[in-house]
Every structure is written in structure tokens, then in C-alpha cells.
């Protein structure tokens, strides 16, 4: 695979001093920059809200930790908390833990090609028309 590679301050000065004319190809590449950066916003958000979500899972965690084990402690399943043993609780959130840990994996990685294919039209486009376009994030 061919790696890209970013422009020097003097690559930029002699492809951008001309006017470049925006061609069909090229309004392609940055109406595609556009939709991955608004789609990597996104998905950085949603990363965060499974991030706080695992925090909040593992602070819960430990707290049952201290919990008596014959107590009955409630569980909350969509809007209705339901009394559970505790043993069957901490199986419970070992669950949850265990799916938003997937979660937060698929999104890393989506993230992670998102912004591959951002740098490739960046390198792209910076080469064709230099500093007469601002893709910066």
C-alpha cells in the first residue's frame, strides 16, 4: 500500500499559486471530507457516552463489592429497577461491561479508518490545491 505523504510549505506555495479550477472529481472528495468528519464527530460522541457509561459500570462494580451477599440488591433493566441477588447482579453487570467494552472497540476502530480515509483526502487535496483550501478539524 502506497502511503501518503504530506506536503512541504514550498509544495503547497507552487501548487496553490495558480487557480485551480474545482473539478467534478475533486467537489467528490470534498463533499466525501465533509460527510467522514461529520460522521467522526458522531461517533466520538457516542464513544464518550459508552465511555461514561463504562465508568459509571465500573464504579457500580465496586460498590456491590461491599454489598452483603444474602442482600438483595436492585438492578436496573430499561426504566423498572428489579430486586436481584447479588450474585446474580454483579453477573449481570459483568454483562453489560463486557458488551459496552465491545462497543467501545467497534467504535475505536470505525474512528480509527474514518480518519485513514480523512488523512488520504487531505493529502489529496492539499496536493491539488494547496493553501487555497482549509481542511483542517
Same mark, same amino acid.
Given at each position: 500500500?502506497?502511503?501518503?505523504?504530506?506536503?512541504?510549505?514550498?509544495?503547497? $506555495?507552487?501548487?496553490?499559486?495558480?487557480?485551480?479550477? /474545482?473539478?467534478?472529481?475533486?467537489?467528490?472528495?470534498?463533499?466525501?471530507?465533509?460527510?467522514?468528519?461529520?460522521?467522526?464527530?458522531?461517533?466520538?460522541?457516542?464513544?464518550?457516552?459508552?465511555?461514561?457509561?463504562?465508568?459509571?459500570?465500573?464504579?457500580?462494580?465496586?460498590?456491590?463489592?461491599?454489598?452483603?451477599?444474602?442482600?438483595?440488591?436492585?438492578?436496573?433493566? $430499561?426504566?423498572?429497577?428489579?430486586?436481584?441477588?447479588?450474585?446474580?447482579?454483579?453477573?449481570?453487570?459483568?454483562?453489560?461491561?463486557?458488551?459496552?467494552?465491545?462497543?467501545?472497540?467497534?467504535?475505536?476502530?470505525?474512528? $480509527?479508518?474514518?480518519?485513514?480515509?480523512?488523512?488520504?483526502?487531505? /493529502?489529496?487535496?492539499?496536493?491539488?490545491?494547496?493553501?487555497?483550501?482549509?481542511?483542517?478539524?
Amino acid at each position: 500500500m502506497v502511503q501518503p505523504r504530506m506536503l512541504s510549505r514550498d509544495d503547497e $506555495g507552487t501548487s496553490g499559486g495558480e487557480e485551480n479550477e /474545482v473539478r467534478r472529481e475533486d467537489q467528490e472528495k470534498i463533499n466525501r471530507f465533509s460527510r467522514l468528519h461529520q460522521r467522526e464527530t458522531v461517533l466520538e460522541e457516542q464513544l464518550k457516552g459508552k465511555q461514561k457509561d463504562k465508568e459509571d459500570l465500573e464504579e457500580v462494580s465496586m460498590e456491590l463489592e461491599l454489598a452483603d451477599e444474602d442482600e438483595l440488591v436492585p438492578y436496573k433493566i $430499561g426504566d423498572s429497577f428489579f430486586q436481584l441477588p447479588l450474585a446474580e447482579a454483579q453477573s449481570m453487570l459483568s454483562t453489560s461491561t463486557e458488551q459496552i467494552d465491545t462497543d467501545v472497540s467497534k467504535l475505536e476502530e470505525s474512528i $480509527g479508518e474514518l480518519r485513514e480515509e480523512l488523512q488520504q483526502l487531505k /493529502v489529496s487535496l492539499y496536493a491539488r490545491f494547496g493553501r487555497s483550501i482549509n481542511l483542517e478539524t
